[in-house]
């Protein structure tokens, strides 16, 4: 499913229309940098080659015993694993110092890839505010599999009760299989949603788009599966890209 008006261009010499090298006019001091300018969006990329764990508030309940750290995996790997559980424990990850204000004119992407070993357990990942419950947070856009299911949830909410809009079951997922999703906000009042790189739907998000900083966020959600002794959430890689419009911006 494309996005609508859209046509993919390959450019022999530049991405720029006007001729330059990169993605910038010509009067621009960066006009002959022979590649995209990369302050032109803000961007957070892990790949999770390391884990530092300054950097991320973490919450745990349930008088669990969890872990998180790297693990033996190519591309690099974070991995949340419950050592024990009760039904309901919950590891959650969120970066610390939330960034990402979905704003009018401003276009934000994310994408990440996250497998996990059991489909009993419920997980969250995307843009959400630092929240102590990520599976049913009060803000963000972020993708959601609930406990026992094969399916993927899309979700898109402002201050909990003010607006919340969804794409219900728009993907499946299996055990111990990857699934890349992504989500694109035009800077209007859509937001595009989709799985292995491919489009799949989209949201009107006029009454539901988040008004407060969010910032990236996982976690996983034991379900009580006695058949899985260590549950766990492996995420492979997470990105998150807003643009900056305003030239005090960059």
């Known amino acids: 499913m494309p996005l609508p008006s859209r046509t993919v261009s390959h450019f022999a010499n530049s991405v ?3 001729g330059g090298p990169g993605n910038v006019v010509e009067t621009n001091i960066f006009g002959d940098l022979p590649q995209p300018d990369p302050t032109r969006f803000h961007t957070y990329f892990e790949d999770f080659d390391y884990y530092t764990a300054a950097d991320w508030t973490v919450t745990t309940t349930a008088a669990i015993t969890a872990t998180q750290g790297v693990v033996t995996g190519d591309g690099g790997i974070l991995q949340l694993r419950f050592s024990t559980t009760n039904d309901d424990s919950i590891i959650a990850l969120q970066k610390v110092g939330n960034n990402f204000l979905m704003e009018s004119g401003k276009s934000t992407f994310f994408r990440a890839r996250l497998a996990t070993n059991s489909l009993s357990a419920d997980w969250v990942i995307g843009l959400q505010i630092t929240d102590t419950t ?3 947070v009060s803000d963000g856009m972020y993708f959601v599999k609930t406990s026992g299911a094969s399916t993927v949830d899309f979700v898109v909410r402002r201050n909990a009760t003010t607006g919340t809009t969804s794409a219900a079951a728009f993907t499946t997922v299996s055990a111990d299989s990857f699934v890349t999703l992504s989500f694109y906000y035009d800077g209007v ?20 788009l ?7 966020s996982f976690a996983i959600i034991s379900g009580g599966d006695a058949t899985v002794s260590a549950p766990a959430l492996s995420v492979d890689y997470l990105m998150a890209m807003k643009e900056r419009t305003a030239v005090s911006e960059r």
Do not use: E, I, K, R
Not at 210 to 216: M, Q
């Open 189 to 208: 009042s859509t937001v595009w949603y989709g799985a292995y790189d491919q489009v799949v739907g989209s949201l009107n998000v006029d009454a539901s």
């Open 134 to 136: 990520p599976q049913n």
């Open 16 to 18: 720029n229309p006007t």
């Open 210 to 216: 988040p008004d407060a900083v969010l910032t990236p």
